[in-house]
């Protein structure tokens, strides 16, 4: 069975400028989360979606960072316009969903590794 | 004080020997997780556990509800344990996980 699948691995761009990454979670996967990581530090909660709905949001900067889950299963995180404070790993992850809340296993894709020069 | 504790930050041990990583929290949680992290991967799940104790080859992970703590065995340890080993707990009230800043492990052969 295919993990979650994360596009792309590297990204490279100058600050102002558009970015998005893309999200495959594993099927069957109803709950899916978009994190940040920095350097040397513990992921964070960007985004939590239950099916296509985008159940907590509160962490993320929507003046300039979007998501969206359509068909509530492949998912995209942009950024418009990037900073360069942006330069982190964004991860996404994927679980059963439902009612099982935090007590659910995570499974986590290999991450995109942003960059802003 | 952080909500989760992890100890130490830093372990650098000889292929071989027996491994423990802690870690510690101060809130009511429905589950506690210990996640992998190898340099420039991704995040892997080890295990997921809100009693007792569960074993996956040489990795053991204990939880000790009533104390609040949790620890993660690795046993006859490899160059390729080497990885940050990160605590995370899911709270009782809600969905967030809570993360702990992860113990960095080398293991030299």
């Known amino acids: 069975e295919a993990g979650v699948v994360q596009s792309p691995r590297y990204k490279i761009i100058e600050k102002k400028q558009p970015v998005a990454f893309w999200c495959n979670p594993i099927?069957?996967?109803?709950?899916l989360y978009w994190y940040l990581q920095n350097l040397g530090q513990g992921p964070e909660l960007l985004i939590r979606?239950?099916?296509?709905?985008?159940?907590?949001d509160s962490q993320l900067p929507k003046d300039r960072f979007s998501a969206e889950r359509l068909k509530g299963v492949d998912s995209t995180l942009k950024i418009q316009p990037a900073e360069l404070g942006d330069s982190a790993v964004y991860l996404c992850a994927s679980s059963l969903g439902g009612l099982a809340g935090p007590g659910e296993e995570l499974f986590f894709g290999e991450g995109s590794r942003l960059t802003v020069l | 004080k952080n909500e989760v504790e992890q100890s130490p930050q830093n372990l650098t041990a000889q292929e071989g020997e027996f491994i423990t990583i802690n870690c510690s929290y101060s809130?009511?949680?429905?589950?506690l997780h210990w996640l992998q992290q190898h340099p420039g991967g991704g995040i892997v799940s080890l295990f997921m556990?809100?009693?007792?104790?569960k074993k996956h080859g040489r990795l053991i992970a204990t939880i000790n509800i009533q104390e609040k703590h949790s620890s993660l065995h690795i046993t006859a340890s490899h160059p390729r344990d080497s990885a940050v080993y990160i605590c995370a707990v899911g709270m009782d009230s809600n969905y967030q996980l809570i993360w702990g800043a992860g113990t960095k492990l080398i293991i030299k052969p």
């Open positions: 099927s069957g996967h109803n709950t």
């Open positions: 556990l809100s009693s007792g104790k």
């Open positions: 809130v009511g949680i429905s589950a």
């Open positions: 979606y239950e099916n296509e709905e985008a159940v907590d």
